[in-house]
């Protein structure tokens, strides 16, 4: 009687683990339900299986019950290790980007954006279906690195309404909305992705001026010594890009985030110099770049020199040369400094490519500072390179350090930073709204004195460089060259969540063989490889006939 009890208990328990699977699956809001019922079916089966213990030992000391039992747990241990690999492998994204120019991997700049994201930002991607796959590749890339990123994929002609909500007018728009402010594009690079998405945080566009009127740089020329390449470089980080000639305007524009004096050939007037000056003390961000002077009789830029020299950074009437070989691997000679190490610094943390400065001069702080203002070193080259002082020598093309002659070794900085926080002037105080109101009240205004506690505090930023070459079309694609111009001019924009290493554009690694060398590959793969292989088949042959 007992064992019938038992026999059916196992039954029954077997029923009830199965009524649990099909309320698991059926009734997803009962699921109190069914792990109560999978637990007392369980147990059911439990009980009936210790029940039989007996039957289970005779059964186990049979030779073929003993080897099958081997078998099944040979089989159960290789299910148990797939199973747990692929549990392990599921929630571990490991990805190996073999491409040269990393074109799979995110940028520098674009994870530390995301990583920087302080609330969740939506990237809606309005396309056909068939076309998401396309999408998905680049940015589950940008999801995976911020939980702040949610991706949605929207059927434009499923969802016209959308669409029309956020005024998508072709195929493939991607739309970055953070914090109510949208901003689209139509490319699934990673620069004009991570572009919208800098511009979506940012929100306000900063604005660099190029001073003009004095030989400088042109930001829209696209001839070798114009900054066009860096222009467009600017707006992928959200700058708006203007010139102003500061003879004529007579002051520094009030929405002016940096000022930049790019290679002039002749120096300044006292008053524009005053009013750099004047901009810099008031708490503004300028970037000087200074070429050598040609020769000795050159006129020395005497207001610009003097302006970066009140702000603790001299400018040596010198070239540097380097004679450490580096540059020649990159079509250079000994009159374009590289640098490839550089001294620890926001615009240069975690900075690891070559940058190159054709004729430069040497840039070093003032020892001991000038005013508490102190200048940094942010560049500077080999030991392998001097400043020659003797500028006669390099039109001969022979030039060799010579200490005695004034010629300092090297490293040679070429380019140093200064800054200094600024105090703002407290507002006067209002007599009529600091007194108290009729009811004993004072005022409220006082106590919006610290809304803007959040804000950085006011810091006047000097960045001056003994070269302007280094960030013209010519020469900006070398190795590092962009990069540091663009962190430079963001650290001077106290913009240092956007000094990185940015996107890169994939190579073009096609071969490209001429005429002759095309027939080569014809015929060594239509005749010589065949070949081969036939006569090696004839020769085994006939070895074993012999």
């Known amino acids: 009687m007992a064992n019938r009890i038992l026999q059916g208990l196992g039954w029954t328990g077997v029923a009830v683990v199965f009524a649990a699977l099909v309320v698991r699956f059926t009734l997803p809001d009962r699921q109190e339900l069914w792990w109560w019922l999978a637990v007392t079916g369980l147990a059911m089966v439990a009980v009936h299986t210790l029940s039989q213990w007996r039957d289970i030992l005779a059964f186990f000391s049979r030779r073929q019950a003993r080897e099958g039992v081997m078998a099944m747990s040979g089989v159960a ?9 692929n549990y392990i492998l599921s929630r571990q994204n490991v990805r190996w980007d073999l491409t040269a120019a990393q074109q799979y991997s995110l940028s520098d700049q674009t994870r530390r954006v995301l990583e920087e994201l302080d609330a969740p930002i939506s990237v809606l991607v309005f396309a056909r279906e068939a076309e998401f796959p396309g999408f998905r590749d680049r940015l589950d890339e940008y999801a995976y690195v911020s939980s702040q990123v949610n991706v949605e ?5 499923r969802s016209p309404v959308r669409a029309r909500q956020y005024e998508v007018q072709a195929y493939g728009t991607i739309v970055f909305e953070y914090e109510g402010r949208v901003e689209r594009t139509t490319s699934n690079s990673e620069q004009e992705l991570t572009n919208a998405l800098i511009k979506a945080v940012e929100g306000e566009e900063r604005t660099v001026y190029f001073v003009q009127g ?18 467009d470089a600017l707006g992928r980080d959200n700058f708006r890009v203007e010139t102003v000639v500061l003879a004529q305007t007579g002051e520094v524009p009030a929405d002016a985030t940096v000022m930049v004096v790019a290679g002039p050939s002749t120096d300044l007037l006292p008053a524009e110099a005053d ?43 010198d070239v540097v040369v380097d004679a450490s070989g580096v540059g020649q691997l990159l079509g250079t000679d000994a009159s374009v400094p590289v640098a490839a190490t550089y001294p620890p610094h926001a615009i240069t943390d975690d ?8 004729l ?42 010579d200490e005695d002659a004034g010629d300092v070794p090297g490293p040679v900085p070429i380019a140093t930073v200064v800054s200094q926080t600024i105090d703002e002037p ?3 105080p209002d007599d009529e709204d600091g007194e108290e109101d009729a009811d004993g009240t004072a005022d409220s205004s006082a106590g919006d004195m610290d809304a803007d506690d959040d804000e950085p505090p006011l810091e006047a930023r000097l960045a001056v ?14 190795q590092g060259n962009r990069d540091l111009a663009l962190n430079t001019i963001n650290w001077l924009a106290q913009q240092e969540n956007l000094i990185a290493i940015r996107p890169r554009e994939p190579e073009d690694r096609r071969i490209t063989l001429t005429a002759d060398q095309q027939a080569r590959v014809y015929w060594l793969s239509l005749l010589l490889l065949p070949g081969f292989i036939a006569g090696a088949g004839i020769y085994t042959w006939w070895g074993r006939r012999g």
């Not at 900075?351 to 054709?358: R, S, V, Y």
């Not at 942010?378 to 003797?390: I, Q």
């Open 77 to 85: 241990l290789a299910l148990g290790i797939l199973v747990a690999a």
């Open 153 to 157: 994929y929207i059927d434009v002609d």
């Open 214 to 231: 004095h030989g400088e740089r042109d930001p829209e020329g696209d001839d070798r010594d114009g900054y066009r390449a860096v222009r």
């Open 275 to 317: 009013l750099l000056r004047d901009y810099l003390e008031g708490g503004g961000k300028l970037l000087l770049m200074l070429d050598p002077p040609d020769t000795e009789d050159d006129p020395p830029q005497v207001n610009l020199i003097a302006l970066a020299g009140e702000w603790g950074i001299e400018l040596g009437t």
């Open 351 to 358: 900075f690891n490519l070559l940058t190159a400065f054709p």
């Open 360 to 401: 430069a001069r040497s840039v070093r702080p003032a020892t001991g500072g000038v005013s508490g203002r102190t200048g940094v070193v942010v560049v500077e080259t080999g030991a392998r390179s001097w400043a020659e002082a003797d500028l006669s020598q390099l039109a001969t093309g022979e030039v060799t350090l």
């Open 426 to 428: 407290e507002a006067a």
């Open 465 to 478: 460089f003994g070269d302007s070459d280094f960030a013209s079309n010519s020469a900006v694609g070398i």
